[in-house]
């Protein structure tokens, strides 16, 4: 586990493709539990250790997730993320092909399918259908790949993978969602790479960024930029 940030009210660490955020029916451990295991023996706190899930990442992907470690944070932190106030996440995606404009704003409709856990686009007259909104821009293209910045305005269910998908470029190793093939790892190259908010104590400006996954398509395609 690497820790990106952390002080007396949150905490940022970087997850791998490999983790998952909160326990499921998996079984297996969740990082929810091994930062409360970091902070319980760096600080040598006593008893249970508070730590709030302010918000999720899928299980393939990679990137900044932040926890809160007070309440006050949590309750602060919840609502900036329900009302995408005061914070701002942005993502890189190492995607299938070119898109064919280098920049743009797609507006969808997306249903989730709670059976299949995957989303799909939809007239927006459907029932359950919810608008989703994200901006993108190519930052480099390679001879296969092309590594996109995504910022989004609304945080659907598997919002980037559906919507990039639909414009014919699907997440590398995203087999839901039309990739060729899988990656190595299981994982998928979408990387939550920085996360902007007002600290919900504080009031400071805060900018978390998570360095790219250990992979060499990942070094070759960011490694002019960062």
């Known amino acids: 586990m690497t820790v990106l940030y952390e002080d007396n009210h949150i905490i940022a660490v970087n997850k791998t493709c490999n983790e998952i955020v909160q326990g499921d029916k998996t079984g297996d451990t969740p990082l929810s539990e091994t930062v409360k295991a ?13 730590l709030g899930v302010t918000h ?14 007070t309440s006050k944070a949590l309750t602060r932190l919840n609502e900036m993320f329900k009302s995408h106030e005061q914070i701002k996440k942005t993502y890189w995606a190492i995607v299938q092909g070119v898109p064919k404009q280098p920049e743009a704003r797609l507006e969808n409709w997306l249903i989730r399918n709670e059976k299949q856990n995957k989303s799909y686009i939809a ?4 029932k ?6 994200l901006n993108y821009r190519t930052i480099i293209r390679g001879e ?13 269910h598997h919002q980037i993978r559906c919507q990039l998908a639909a414009i014919g470029c699907p997440v590398k190793g995203d087999l839901k969602y039309g990739a060729k093939r899988s990656n190595p790892d299981g994982g998928i190259c979408l990387h939550a790479r920085q ?10 400006e805060i900018c978390i960024t998570a ?4 992979d060499s398509l ?6 002019s930029i960062q």
């Open 218 to 223: 990942w070094r070759q395609l960011s490694a």
């Open 56 to 69: 999720r990442l899928d299980r393939p992907t990679s990137g900044v997730v932040l926890f809160a470690r």
């Open 195 to 204: 996360i902007e908010f007002i600290h919900p104590v504080s009031k400071q």
């Open 123 to 126: 007239k927006p007259d459907a």
């Open 128 to 133: 359950d259908a919810k608008k989703a909104i």
């Open 211 to 214: 360095p790219v996954p250990d």
């Open 144 to 156: 296969k790949y092309t590594l996109l910045e995504v910022d989004l305005e609304t945080g659907r």
């Open 38 to 50: 970091y902070i319980k023996e760096k600080y040598n706190k006593p008893g249970e250790v508070f």
